[in-house]
């Protein structure tokens, strides 16, 4: 029988945060940034099983235990958004064929991942997903396309789709990601009602040639700074589970505060077999969620997003990291299949989050709830193995 007396507090167990979360969630609330190491020992905290880097719990840089970090974290969310859940949905306009080399991308030079591959999609068609989206709760749009970067060409395509989402859905907000941007390219998509740009930085400056060797980090600098001139809102983030170190992922989300964006996407690698990331593997859910804080305190006021590979890498602590980031994509991604949407709707609800920008009940099910209990037809009573 199990003694409820029983069982040591293990260091930490009884004594709270270490004090130096408790400052650094005090400093967020007050919109300061951290410092570099603050953001370090959210990363390097240890899982409660493992041995930890700090001493204990009064010295100055004692692990902290991830609820620790998530709780200080959602008082930084809340603060600025409350129990808010944004909507993402993503349309790709024009699949894969890249000449890019990007090693993490589906959509690569030479690709054999065998995805989609098609030109771009009409305008009518894009606005028809849009609607979709929208029914279902979105309140942005992203339209996506492959490659380096767009032809006068494809700004007049996307200026199209942009006015035929608009004239639909005049409150809807746009945004547009179509790689490096060449001179007056922003400023056209702004004349056409775009109201976002998206270009992720991806990893840190000097981990980049690692990643891509046909672009820079500095073009793609550059790329965010230009939509923010044209007034373009920025969205720029990051892929994890790149080979980068700790101290590369500080380093990209420093990089990401200096270009001042208002809303900063968290990728987590999807290693396509076909690519040269193919069965990376290095990423834990609580290193996922660690890595979501991190942003959250570098970031108190801005979107944070947990975006691609959320399903694959946060599992079963998505509904946790709702509580840090305050934005996520709905349904499927660019190249793969995400959650069906009643999932991470219900799982929004389920958690205690409103969606942004809707009012009263949720979006309708794509179907009816399945609430009926299967009844056990295996294991034991039966001649079938039992579900262990
Ligand atoms: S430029 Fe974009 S579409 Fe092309 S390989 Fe890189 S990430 Fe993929």
Known sequence: MMDEQAGPAGPGDASGPPRWLEELTEKALQRRAPTRQEALAVLRSPAGHEAGPGGGPGEPWAPAELLDVVAGAARVRRRYFGRRVKLNYLVNMKSGLCGEDCGYCSQR????????????????????????????????????????????????????AVGAIKSDLPDIEVCVCLGLLGPGQADRLKEAGADAYNHNLNTAGDNYAEICTTHTFEDRQATVREAAQAGLSPCSGVIMGLGETDDQLVDVAFSLRELEPASVPVNFLMPFPGTPMEGMAELSPERCLRALAMFRFVFPDVEVRMAGGREMHLRSLQPLALHVANSLFLGDYLTSEGAPSQVDLDMVADAGFVLEGWSGALPPADGPAELRPAIRRRGPGTVLPANT
Do not use: K
């Open 109 to 160: 030079r030479g690709s054999q991942t065998g995805v989609l591959t098609y030109n771009w999609l009409a305008a009518d068609a894009v606005a028809a997903e849009a609607q979709r989206a929208a029914a279902r709760g979105a309140s942005r749009v992203c339209l996506v396309a492959s490659g380096r970067g767009p032809t006068e060409r494809d700004i007049e395509r996307v200026a199209g």
